[in-house]
């Protein structure tokens, strides 16, 4: 395996928040023995994610140049949306009652209603053969 093979596979983490973030790389070779990066970011938080994961791999960064640019007019990332589920309302449903099955609590009913504000008006009123989506985590 050459340099740039070998500093590639250990800062894999990096690339992965620079393709996840949209950080545009311009360059990307091995100079003075070390990994140089050039690119832009599409926010100051963006490239100060880049940097924290290099950090995070190397905290010397001793192996590594970054030359991160910030330019706003970039496109931003969309936000990861929120893991969800989905549950088909079944005769005797309530919120509550799907809010108990999924969240051990019957008045956690309100995350539910929440995340189905589009198709439900009330959370007292839901429909059998309804498909509402189930927040995961908190």
Not at 17 to 40: E, I, P, S, T, Y
Not at 77 to 100: E, F, H, M, N
Not at 107 to 125: C, G, H, V
């Amino acid at each position: 395996m050459d340099r740039f093979d070998e500093l590639k596979q250990k800062y894999a983490s990096v690339f992965a928040v620079v393709q996840q973030q949209g950080v545009r790389l311009a360059q990307l070779h091995v100079q003075d023995n070390k990994l140089f990066m050039r690119g832009v970011a599409p926010s100051e938080a963006i490239k100060n994610a880049v940097w924290n994961q290099i950090k995070a791999v190397n905290p010397v960064y001793d192996d590594i140049t970054a030359d991160i640019t910030v330019d706003s007019t970039l496109p931003q990332p969309s936000p990861a949306s929120a893991p969800q589920r989905t549950y088909k309302v079944q005769p005797g449903d309530s919120l509550s009652k799907i809010a108990k099955a999924f969240y051990g609590n019957a008045s956690d009913y309100m995350r539910i209603f929440e995340a189905n504000k589009k198709t439900l008006n009330d959370p007292n009123k839901i429909e059998i053969g309804q498909e509402l989506v189930i927040p995961v985590g908190r």
